[in-house]
């Protein structure tokens, strides 16, 4: 059966391009709707949790940066409108977990960049998006940059 909805979570970096391009194709040969989401986690995380002062307005411009980020990245597709792009806050497996549910998203798509040893197989947030996914999840290969440029 062709997937319906497919969701494709990015970093908002282009090493993401092919993850969207492969979704793209994936999304064109079965006729999907295909949606993009990034996710802003809270700076207390990046801290442990234990941080003596208040970080909301540090937070707030996170927030507008990585919504001005997000523009800018899906400006190079078009096709996505902006009900089919998101920016949401909070724990990245949880949140995409959250979207694909909520939008009835029957594939999630992800960048992995294939870490040697079977704890680093998929990434941290790829191996985590694996974990309690509500649809199928496809984690994209990245290339390692190229040094010698």
Do not use: W
């Not at 523009?71 to 949140?95: I, M, N, V, W």
């Amino acid at each position: 059966m062709p997937y319906q909805h497919i969701l494709v979570a990015v970093d908002l970096t282009e090493e993401c391009d092919p993850v969207v391009v492969r979704a793209q194709k994936l999304a064109q040969a079965s006729g999907a709707k295909m949606s993009l989401v990034h996710i802003v986690e809270p700076m207390a995380m990046a801290f442990g949790g234990d941080v003596p002062m208040d970080l909301s307005m540090l937070q707030q411009q996170q927030f507008e940066q990585a919504r001005e980020r997000l523009d800018s990245f899906t400006g190079k597709y078009p096709e996505l409108t902006a009900d089919q792009r998101h920016l949401a806050y909070g724990q990245p497996r949880q949140e995409i977990h959250r979207l694909a549910e909520e939008q009835g998203c029957d594939l999630i798509v992800v960048g992995s960049h294939g870490r040697h040893g079977l704890a680093l197989l998929l990434g941290s947030t790829a191996n985590d998006v694996l974990h309690g996914a509500p649809c199928d999840v496809l984690a994209v290969r990245l290339k390692k940059a190229d040094k010698s440029a």
